[in-house]
Every structure is written in structure tokens, then in C-alpha cells.
């Protein structure tokens, strides 16, 4: 049964790739999860947090979030990618631990300070919780990317946040733009229903 739910979800998933639709979180971790697993077989190493992590950040704390790390050395990775949802809109933040930087990536350039900060926080004590040491914070930088390729519309926010993931998974520049949506949507589509990223 619980296969079956799965299976209802990604398929209902998918269909927001189709056309001018708003994708759904099932997408999101479903894309993200895909580019995890490319992670462990070519670098950078990746730890990838589902969409469910930001908002309960917020909410609670790194004490409501610490143990989604119990298993996992965050510091040993290259990048940490987040999926933010802001109600109607998503972006993404990462880690990098090799720049010391916390990045924002928002395709209608937005900013969002306040993620950047409960995001250092959050590393903070993740260190201290795991490497029982502080971390020398000061050394990072936290940055609202502004080079971006742009959204021109009001529904391919989740297309722009998987792809700009995807390029910084494996280190290429942003050689995209609006006019490559309607391929990205269908190119997503193939990759997710045969679980392999072109």
C-alpha cells in the first residue's frame, strides 16, 4: 500500500511538470534525491535536505532538526543543499564547505537574510553538536546570488530551483535561461520516470 502511495505521488508529481504548472514537493525531493545519488558516484560529495527541513528550521531550531544528521557528517561533504519553500515560490540555499560561503539562489533575485542566518546557525551548532568544537564562523560568508538566470514568469520557480541545484552539483557555470523551460520541464519528466539524470 505505502509503495502504491508513493507511486500516486510521483506520478501526480510529475503531471506539475507538464505545461505552466507550479511543482510540488514530491518533485522537488524527488529531482534533488536523483542528484544525491549522481553525488556518490562523481563529485562534489553532496548532503541533500528535503523540503520538510527549512520550515521546521525555522520553526524549532537545530534541536528540531539535529537528528536528521545522526547518520550523517555534514562536514565531510562538499556542498549542502537545501529546497526552500516560501508558501508559493521556491529557491535554494547551500553549504559550501569547501568556500566557507552559505549561498541563496532566488530566480525573481529575492533576498532572504533571513534564511542565510538560521542557515549559519544552524552549522554552528551542528558543529558543536558533532564535532564538539565550535566553528570559526567569522571565516564564512553568506551571500544572496545575484548572476542568475532570471524567471520572466510566475510558475517555473521549481524548474529554476532543480536546475540551479543541478549545475552546482557539478560545479558548471548557469548557461540557462527562461527559454530553456519548456525543455528542462520535459527533460525532467524522462529523467524522473526512468530514474537516470541525463
Given at each position: ?49 528535503n ?81 564538539k ?47 530553456d ?7 525532467m ?10
Amino acid at each position: 500500500k505505502q509503495w502504491y502511495q508513493r507511486r500516486v505521488a510521483i506520478t501526480a508529481g510529475i503531471n506539475t511538470l507538464k505545461d505552466l504548472t507550479w511543482l510540488n514537493d514530491e518533485v522537488i525531493n524527488f529531482y534533488f534525491n536523483m542528484l544525491l545519488e549522481r553525488s556518490k558516484k562523481a563529485p562534489p560529495k553532496l548532503h541533500i535536505f528535503n523540503t520538510f527541513f527549512y520550515p521546521r528550521l525555522l520553526k524549532v531550531g537545530h534541536q528540531g532538526v539535529a537528528r536528521w544528521t545522526k547518520k550523517v557528517d555534514i562536514f565531510s561533504v562538499d556542498i549542502v543543499m537545501i529546497p526552500i519553500h516560501l508558501g508559493m515560490h521556491w529557491c535554494l540555499a547551500t553549504i559550501d564547505m569547501r568556500k566557507k560561503t552559505i549561498s541563496y539562489y532566488d530566480s525573481l533575485l529575492g533576498n532572504n537574510h533571513q534564511c542565510l542566518q538560521a542557515l549559519k546557525e544552524y552549522i554552528a551548532r551542528e558543529h558543536d553538536l558533532r564535532k564538539k568544537t565550535p566553528l570559526d564562523i567569522t571565516q564564512w560568508r553568506l551571500v544572496v546570488e545575484k548572476d542568475l538566470p532570471e524567471q520572466m514568469n510566475g510558475c517555473d520557480c521549481g524548474v529554476f530551483t532543480c536546475k540551479y541545484a543541478d549545475y552546482l552539483s557539478q560545479d558548471k557555470p548557469f548557461d540557462f535561461d527562461q527559454n530553456d523551460m519548456p525543455y528542462f520541464r520535459r527533460r525532467m519528466i524522462w529523467e524522473m520516470v526512468n530514474k537516470t539524470l541525463l
